[in-house]
């Protein structure tokens, strides 16, 4: 298809053609690419070599660069780039020594390269990755820069190139646009202005030149922009000789004619003014003034000296300043004095130097004034900090140093008694406001979770499971108490939490600040405190370095009342109902000069409310437990209360401990009684709150059942672990609620208010603890009888997942057809055999040895109902193979075709089926919860040979081949589960053998006798015929004694 001639040109201008059909590629962009390919090479495998400086040489200072051909423009300025490079010339390159990632991705290029060891320091180098270079290589850029980069993230950085290019692009297209009119006309006045003055007076021009008009064009190729200035000139005229004031080099550049006038002006000067500036009478008034001024510099300079001193805080300076001016003040009043006694006219130095001083000391005496108001101010508001810094530390409290300072000015306050007053009036504002705040954003928090339904059982008892960690299900979250209860109940954990360790904490708390007010106090009391001040404040008077005794006695009141308002703040919080009025969360009490955190930023708030998001209203009263505490959360679990609970119940024994131990408390009578009776009912209120958990949580153990066998003991399921974890993990909880040891940890202080817990307590702990076995162990047993398990989902418990998710070993065949009952019973034996003989008498023993009981009768009363239980389920799972061997055996011997005609040579149907159906059970049994088999079959055989007693005695008469029927019946049975024979089903055996005794003339037995060894042969062959069909029963192992297994059969 035919092109046209523009088109023909645009290609050829394009990729640089001289035809439009070409026979081969252009050898000059060959050389180049394979320059460029070959360089890259070089910089890729280039060794990194010592780093020295390199010096210039003529074929690098005279090297060009491959994108020679690209002109750029140049400004004639003479301008140092910050960040640049220079040349071997000395000049500035534009080429930046390092640059931010133009892909986005790095701060620094360089620092990228250093990383991957290549050798940035070599010039050349590091030129071909900068993008600001011409000698830039994209390609090894590429390669090296972004070298682990994906192709996302080259996508992404080239979205953020295209992006950075438009966004200068379009600034720089605004800044010309906008600037450039105005380019051309300050362009125009300077090329006219310097013309002007150049030519003024000068040659009249060979011809008149014509005016080009200015162009964006010519502006860009124009090197200087006086080149062009002939453009913005008229036409200019013809001009006559030369003048003066012309900028020539002839004229002197426009001077020489000044100089004439200006020697003509300095003679007039000196005629006119000589007398004036040289006389005699002047000149010596002005000597003695600065004669005067020399000699009182330091009183003209004093007030100075002050000012700068206050302004740059530099306390030191200022009490100088000040003495000084005492003494200056007082000089000049010792002038006075003696001119007045000895009644003389005071000399002109002396008037002179009391009017100085006069003046002066008004300026100090504002001065001082305005520095000691400021002071003051600043005194009464230095309680934004802690009081104490490290003793090894330089600097003073600022309490000290604005104390020090006052005393050495002099006042007529006392500063250490205005400190201390100001302190009082601080703390209890901080501790009211702190307290109220924290207490109407708990209830906000409290209220907002009790918005929520309650979640599913089932996922509530994930959170139980949370707990243990040993089957592996959480193995791969580290800090899995997160999971301990919903993620809003955490949240109302955690803020009250840090509420009270900002109230309470001795470190950073509240409680702290209130300490270390005493001990000031106490050291200011005794005198400790003011040793510290320098010499000088003693110098100056120790008129205010001591309190007054009624002073003493309000500080000692006021510590006291610090003290009883946070213990009554505590004591509110956790004895009285949750709080109705939430008014002052929006209508706080106006601020003061010293209210907290009206001038600092100290006030600890756990989070901000936005007035037009009203809260909450009070949840409507259902009758739940824990409507009446206002420290525990809706729908908390025993888990995590007994877990945070225990953290509150430390912080405040701890505070407890502290404030019974400071010295104003312990000289009160009976002091610690009431932080005593503080700890008692905080401890009670929350062991109500947590055993008022605990056992609606010990009934969701059911739930915690997920039929997953545990990774090392096959025969079980998780349930055991994920229970007794839950148990101790509460237990370890509420032992610490009970006794707080990390605060009767503090010696004596700790045992005067942490009492070990009453009777009553010690036995709603106890009882507590009994019935939440009693509740988990029945749960567990309904979830074996349940005739049909609900649906479950993939995840039941929302934060496990099924076995065949699970990455632990042996795993694969850990899942359980949970949908069988005779499963689910099975592995529920298997759990409750383990609970019986390891876990329970675990937990026994640890809830003994933590709270220093014993639980004789609870031992016992869970012992029965672990009986019970385990009974009860037996039963549930036998008996219907139980009743279907009986009702086997009845219907085969009562039937009247059961006596043989003569000599028996096999055992009757019955007694096969009856062995069918222990095989089954075996097999199920076995591959279940092998434990138990030896347990199970035993107690079959003992109800079969009951069976059998009941049904023989139901015939009357036995003749000798109904004898020996029943004789063959009897022995295959016993033979072939011989593996299972008890003593009792010995003992059952012959109780059968005593009824056909008694149905038996005594000619059959006779007979009998005769006819036992063909039995044995029969029974023989039967046992070796049956190989196949009971093997199992031969090949079983006996798992456990026969005595033990007839009493455990006997007790069911």
Request: charged share 25%; hydrophobic share 35%; glycine share 6%.
């Amino acid at each position: 298809m035919p092109i046209t001639a523009e088109k023909e040109r645009e290609l050829l201008s394009r990729y640089h053609l001289n035809t439009t059909n070409p026979t081969e590629w252009p050898s000059e962009h060959n050389d180049e690419n394979e320059e460029t390919d070959s360089e890259d090479e070089a910089v890729l495998k280039r060794p990194v070599q010592p780093q020295h400086k390199p010096r210039p040489s003529i074929s690098s200072s005279q090297s060009v660069s491959k994108y020679h051909k690209i002109g750029r423009h140049a400004s004639g300025r003479v301008t140092s780039f910050i960040g640049t490079q220079k040349t071997v010339n000395g000049e500035d390159s534009l080429v930046q020594k390092d640059e931010r990632d133009p892909l986005g991705k790095h701060h620094s290029v360089i620092a990228e390269l250093r990383r991957r060891g290549l050798p940035v320091d070599d010039v050349k180098l590091r030129n071909r990755f900068m993008l600001s270079s011409t000698s830039f290589s994209p390609q090894l850029f590429i390669a090296n820069v972004h070298q682990d980069a994906s192709t996302e993230d080259l996508l992404r950085g080239l979205e953020f190139l295209s992006r950075s290019i438009d966004e200068k692009s379009a600034s720089l297209k605004v800044l010309v646009e906008s600037n450039f009119e105005k380019f051309v006309r300050a362009k125009s006045t300077i090329d006219n202005v310097y013309t002007e003055m150049r030519s003024h007076g000068g040659p009249e021009p060979v011809g008149e030149t014509l005016k080009i008009p200015h162009t964006r064009h010519s502006s860009r190729n124009t090197t200087h922009f006086r080149n062009t200035s002939n453009s913005f000139i008229p036409n200019a005229k013809v001009m006559g000789d030369k003048k003066k004031t012309a900028l020539t080099k002839e004229t002197e550049y426009g001077v020489q004619g000044l100089k004439t006038p200006l020697l003509e002006l300095a003679v007039k000067a000196d005629e006119v003014w000589g007398p004036a500036l040289g006389g005699q009478e002047k000149e010596g008034g002005l000597r003695m003034i600065m004669s005067t001024v020399e000699q009182h510099r330091d009183i003209y300079t004093l007030n100075k000296s002050i000012d700068e001193a206050i302004l740059k805080n530099d306390y030191d300076s200022v009490i100088v300043g000040w003495t000084r001016a005492k003494r200056y003040a007082d000089e000049a009043r010792q002038i006075a004095v003696i001119a007045e006694t000895n009644q003389a006219e005071l000399g002109e130095q002396d008037v002179t130097q009391i009017l100085l001083t006069a003046r002066m000391w008004h300026e100090a005496q504002q001065q001082i004034e305005g520095f000691k108001t400021e002071t003051w101010k600043r005194l009464k508001l230095s309680h934004s900090k802690r009081l104490h810094v490290p003793r090894d530390d330089a600097a003073q409290d600022l309490h000290m140093e604005l104390i020090g300072i006052l005393l050495q000015l002099g006042v007529d306050e006392n500063p250490i008694w205005s400190w201390l007053s100001s302190r009082v009036t601080y703390l209890r504002e901080r501790v009211i406001r702190s307290f109220e705040r924290s207490r109407v954003e708990i209830e906000i928090l409290r209220r907002r979770s009790a918005q929520f339904e309650q979640e599913d059982p089932k996922v509530l008892a994930g959170y139980l499971r949370a707990a243990n960690d040993s089957d592996g299900l959480l193995s791969a979250k580290k800090d899995y108490t997160k999971y301990f209860d919903s993620p809003a109940v955490l949240v109302f954990w955690e803020n009250t939490t840090s509420a009270m360790n900002a109230l309470l904490s001795l470190s950073d708390g509240i409680l702290g600040e209130v300490v270390e007010f005493w001990e000031a106090a106490r050291e200011f009391i005794e005198g400790k405190a003011q040793k510290s001040f320098p010499t000088a404040v003693f110098a100056a008077g120790l008129e205010h370095l001591s309190l007054e005794p009624d002073e003493v006695e309000n500080v000692q009141a006021s510590a006291v009342e610090l003290v009883m308002l946070v213990r009554d703040n505590i004591f509110a919080f956790f004895s009285d109902p949750p709080v109705a009025d939430l008014s002052s969360l929006f209508s706080p009490l106006p601020p003061t000069p010293i209210t907290p955190g009206s001038a600092t930023s100290i006030t600890r708030r756990l989070f901000n409310f936005d007035p037009a998001n009203v809260p909450p209203p009070p949840t409507p009263s259902k009758g739940d437990v824990w409507e009446k505490f206002a420290f525990w959360p809706p729908h908390s679990n025993s888990l995590s209360g007994s877990h945070y609970l225990s953290r509150i119940l430390s912080l405040v024994g701890t505070a407890a401990a502290e404030m019974a131990n400071l010295s104003v408390i312990r000289a009160q009578r009976n002091g610690s009684e009431s932080l005593k009776t503080l700890v008692g009912t905080v401890r009670e209120r929350c062991m109500q709150a947590v055993v008022a958990a605990w056992i609606p949580d010990a009934e969701r153990c059911k739930f915690m059942e997920i039929w997953i066998r545990h990774p090392e003991r096959r025969e079980l399921t998780t349930m055991p672990a994920a229970f007794i974890a839950f148990e101790e993990r509460v237990l370890s909880g509420m032992q610490k609620i009970a006794y707080i040891p990390e605060a009767a940890s503090l010696g004596r202080n700790g045992e005067e208010v942490i009492v070990p817990p009453s009777a009553k307590l010690q036995q709603t702990i106890r009882s507590a603890f009994v019935t939440s076995l009693y509740k988990a162990l029945s749960g567990m047993v309904e979830n074996a009888e349940k005739l049909k398990l609900e649906d479950r989902s993939d995840d039941p418990d929302g934060i496990t997942v099924p076995g065949r998710g699970l990455h632990v070993e042996g795993i694969e065949n850990s899942s359980i057809d949970y949908d069988k009952r005779n499963i689910r019973m099975l592995m529920t034996l298997s759990n409750l055999s383990h609970l019986r003989s390891e876990t329970i008498p675990q937990l026994i023993s640890q809830f003994e040895s933590q709270f220093s009981v014993k639980l004789t009768e609870e031992t016992k009363t869970v012992r029965d109902v672990l009986t019970q239980i385990d009974a009860r389920l037996f039963q549930s799972y036998v008996k219907p193979t139980t009743d279907k061997i009986q009702t086997l055996i009845t219907k085969g011997i009562t039937d009247p075709s059961w006596p043989p005609p003569g000599r028996p040579d096999n055992a009757r149907q019955y007694v096969y089926e009856a062995l069918l159906s222990l095989v089954y059970v075996h097999a199920e049994v076995s591959t279940t919860a092998a434990p138990l088999t030896s347990q199970i079959l035993s107690y079959m055989l003992e109800q079969a040979g009951v069976a059998l007693i009941a049904a023989f005695k139901a015939r009357p008469r036995y003749a000798l081949p109904a004898l020996m029927q029943a004789t063959l019946d009897v022995e295959f049975l016993a033979q072939t589960l011989n593996n299972y024979t008890t003593d009792r089903a010995s003992e059952i055996q012959s109780q059968i053998y005593l009824v056909l005794d008694e149905r038996t003339e005594q000619d059959a037995r006779a007979r009998l006798e005769g006819e036992l060894p063909e039995m044995r042969n029969v029974l023989k062959r039967l046992r070796e015929g049956t190989k196949g069909q009971f093997g199992c029963f031969r090949r079983e192992k006996r798992g456990r004694e026969g005595k033990a297994g007839s009493a455990g059969g006997s007790a069911r």
